[in-house]
């Protein structure tokens, strides 16, 4: 049965924000994108005449749909060939959701999504709604079928637990810019001790091919074993040139509001590279060159004009 428009109308309303919901949880667009439209077939079978607050209704349907995803989600990925990695987000998608705030922004960084992989579907689901989101507790209680003081345990827990894994500061926009072109411009010198300086001692790169591109399946640490291999990713060959599909344009943008990498050929986006900078220099790298996971990133990339790569690689 078809709901009123109004009805159809008050989900609209809630859309963007159950989609930005259901990625912080599940670290996938096109997952997240599915849980929001189970959400809408729920919210078209039941009795809407009877729901008080929709907006309150939608979230509790929505989060418990993405807790049981997590749970099949996780048994999937001890399968997953090689590391995962959360499907990227380039700048303007409306499912980052919400980055008034530096927590809020912190959230959809790649480098939380990787570290809330550590935690269990519930601390991940209470860190979400009142880290990004700012839901007090009592309404996280009830969407949760917590108590209120259940509620505050999981988040202070869930919250030391992602602070150990992260010593990220806040970098200006386009200082970060300025150094992901220093970069770009030391991977392709030919030469590593130029990219060891940009880095941190405890560097780390990571890539997720998903077993469909080559990646490694064991991140490389440290400043020179991470200098070392990003010399040879952006040295020229025919190998590579051909795995790509073409000459890839190499741009400077943002994914997941951290300064990135885009490699793009022929308008399909093949690579997003996301830095990890800090005031004491690059800390980490997250390279998402598995296809399944840049459909997304390819389409919005083609509806917008991105000018001219800062050049050419292979």
Request: glycine residues 8%; neutral net charge; hydrophobic residues 45%.
């Amino acid at each position: 049965m078809a709901l009123p428009v109004s009805d159809v109308e008050r989900f609209e309303a809630s859309r963007s924000r159950l989609e930005a919901i259901a990625y912080r949880l599940l670290g996938s667009a096109s997952e997240a994108e599915d849980a929001v439209q189970e959400t809408y077939l729920r919210w078209q079978a039941a009795d809407v005449a009877r729901v008080e607050v929709p907006e309150a209704w939608l979230t509790k349907v929505l989060t418990n749909l993405c807790l049981n995803q997590l749970s099949s989600a996780r048994a999937r990925r001890e399968t997953y060939v090689g590391q995962w990695l959360p499907e990227p987000l380039l700048a303007g998608d409306p499912m980052l959701g919400p980055a008034d705030t530096a927590e809020q922004r912190e959230s959809v960084s790649f480098a939380v999504l990787t570290l809330l992989e550590r935690l269990t579907p519930g601390e991940r689901a209470v860190y979400v709604l009142r880290e990004a989101f700012g839901y007090p507790h009592r309404e996280i209680a009830a969407i949760l079928d917590l108590t209120e003081a259940a509620s505050q345990q999981v988040f202070h827990r869930a919250k030391r637990h992602v602070a150990e894994g992260r010593t990220r500061t806040e970098v200006d926009g386009a200082a970060a810019r300025r150094v992901v072109e220093e970069f770009l411009a030391a991977a392709t010198s030919g030469r590593t001790e130029p990219l060891v300086r940009l880095l941190t001692a405890d560097a780390v790169s990571i890539g997720d091919g998903g077993g469909k591109v080559p990646a490694r399946a064991k991140a490389f640490e440290g400043a020179r074993a991470v200098a070392t291999f990003m010399r040879g990713l952006f040295k020229p060959g025919k190998a590579k040139r051909a795995l790509a599909g073409g000459t890839v344009a190499v741009h400077v943008d943002t994914a997941n509001g951290d300064p990135a990498v885009v490699a793009v050929v022929d308008g399909r986006v093949i690579g997003v590279m996301c830095l990890e900078v800090t005031p004491e220099g690059i800390a980490g790298f997250r390279n998402q060159v598995n296809p399944d996971k840049l459909e997304r990133a390819t389409r919005r990339w083609a509806a917008a004009d991105h000018g001219e790569p800062l050049f050419h690689a292979f």
